[in-house]
């Protein structure tokens, strides 16, 4: 099953990441006028499945540095090798020009334009009919998904953001303020209510009249599905306190029967042997070999590597890898990711590689393949089901509901999966510490810890703790890149920097 299953995924991602005629043509082109021009290409079926996918493409840059946030918190510690940005991540002294930050920006509103010109143009091609009519139907609910979740990603990094939902076609209408998070967050939430309406459970879509032959979309794993938006819109409602609009939606994906939690866990990375797109799995983004597609790889095995790798492999940049105040540049960290481990948790090796034969001795391991350096295929998991049952524990513990939130937190420890004894008769804080815990233990490392500590108040206090103390005044917000800062009049720059 899972070999056939990843034969799809890789179909997928070759016509995903392989067809230049599409990257060209919906890049933003700028004219000497300051028109950007978008060529004549959602004329047909083919050009709207292009352009889907087009979107889709800049999940690939986004999440190829999401670990970012996870180097920045108490779970990451980062060697610079002389690179000075580097080194500021670590020590929480970002400045204004990172390249880092910038980077981050640059690359969801990418995955943003191209939302837009496909939400704005796929709906005008006529003439589609049967499974044409369908698949387009359900492109139109990735697209508000995946303009949701870039938008999801900004507000989180950066604070207030200009909110742009229509195809640019003059430059000079760039020049606008920042929204604020809540009008922000309302779009998000208006994209994800669509996206809801349209997304099947699974894929193949079951709309589509069988049998379905000979068209792109068709069969394909790994694209958005209505669970995936359900997971989002959840993600959001909790960020904003609203824990019993986030419980419910949360149930609903639970209840779907979609999904099941991986044993044992190591199956959740490709790195440790599991499958692309497993059945824990509520959406990844996407890379491939490059024997499948060119560019379509990623730099995790480079970027997390040791400086001294080991025999057969290649010679890494050691960032964001897990924190251990046994090294000797670490010796003063508190709490850190490795000690919070308890031995016999099965995740404590599936999550960290220790070496004692090289100076940086611990290793990201979930997404570490020796020797890969940037030409990995492993995806990133955006959300896991693991995620769901967890969030859905804290919503519940959030409205009292003590027991409830226990039975979900306690699946984690099903069947072995953690080797852990499940804890009995938590209740109120200690409960809430608990779940907190296991967040952190379950999806180290996968780009949520900095964002959890943002949403429980507690990222000033656990920084200072760990001792990396936040940069004074910017609450946790990245800086408004500076390039965009000097173009723009109309954008001040966050506080602290």
């Not at 959300?383 to 409830?404: F, P, S, T, W």
Request: glycine letters at 8%; a neutral charge; one cysteine or more.
């Amino acid at each position: 099953m899972f070999k056939k299953m990843k034969k799809i995924i890789y179909l997928f991602v070759l016509v995903l990441f392989s067809t230049t005629a599409c990257n060209e043509i919906i890049e933003p082109k700028l004219s000497d006028t300051g028109q950007v021009g978008v060529a004549e290409f959602y004329t047909d079926f083919l050009g709207a499945f292009q352009g889907i996918n087009g979107v889709y493409t800049s999940l690939r840059g986004v999440y190829s540095r999401h670990w970012i946030t996870d180097a920045l918190s108490d779970d990451g510690q980062i060697s610079a090798g002389g690179d000075q940005q580097f080194a500021d991540l670590e020590f929480q002294t970002v400045q204004s020009n990172s390249s880092i930050a910038a980077s981050l920006w640059s690359l969801n509103y990418v995955g943003i334009y191209r939302a837009n010109v496909f939400l704005e143009r796929a709906p005008k091609i006529a003439g589609l009919q049967g499974n044409q009519a369908i698949l387009q139907d359900q492109f139109m609910g990735e697209a508000y998904f995946l303009r949701a979740l870039f938008y999801h990603n900004l507000v989180r990094l950066f604070g207030d953001v200009p909110l742009i939902t229509k195809e640019i076609t003059d430059t000079r209408s760039l020049n606008v303020p920042r929204n604020s998070v809540q009008e922000v967050q309302a779009q998000i939430e208006k994209d994800l209510l669509e996206a809801i309406r349209i997304l099947p459970e699974r894929h193949p879509n079951p709309k589509l009249i069988q049998p379905v032959v000979n068209i792109p979309g068709g069969r394909e794993v790994g694209r958005a599905t209505l669970g995936s938006a359900k997971t989002l819109l959840a993600d959001l409602y909790l960020s904003r306190n609203e824990s019993a609009k986030a419980e419910a939606l949360l149930q609903e994906v639970v209840n779907s029967g979609v999904y099941s939690l991986n044993i044992p866990f190591t199956r959740n990375f490709e790195a440790l042997g599991g499958p692309e797109n497993s059945p824990e799995s509520i959406f990844e983004a996407q890379y491939a070999s490059v024997s499948l597609a060119t560019g379509a790889q990623n730099d995790f095995s480079f970027q997390f590597a040791p400086i001294e790798d080991a025999p057969g492999g290649v010679q890494g940049l050691a960032r964001n890898r897990p924190s251990d105040n046994s090294l000797i540049e670490g010796v003063e960290l508190k709490n850190t990711l490795v000690q919070s481990f308890a031995t016999n948790d099965l995740r404590r090796t599936a999550t960290v590689k220790i070496s004692t034969t090289i100076p940086i001795r611990t290793i990201n391991a979930k997404f570490w393949i020796q020797g890969a350096a940037n030409q990995g295929a492993a995806n990133w998991p955006v959300y896991r089901y693991a995620d769901v049952i967890l969030m859905l524990a804290e919503a519940q513990q959030n409205q009292g509901k003590d027991a409830a939130a226990l039975t979900e937190v306690n699946k984690l420890h099903a069947g072995g999966r953690t080797g852990l004894t499940p804890p009995t008769g938590l209740t109120g804080t200690a409960l809430r510490d608990e779940i907190r815990r296991q967040r952190r233990l379950e999806l180290c490392m996968e780009g949520k810890r900095w964002f959890d500590l943002m949403r429980w108040n507690a990222l000033e206090s656990t920084m200072t703790a760990h001792g990396r103390p936040l940069q004074k005044g910017t609450k946790g917000l990245l800086p408004i890149p500076q390039g965009e800062i000097e173009k723009n009049p109309a954008f001040k720059q966050n506080e602290g920097y």
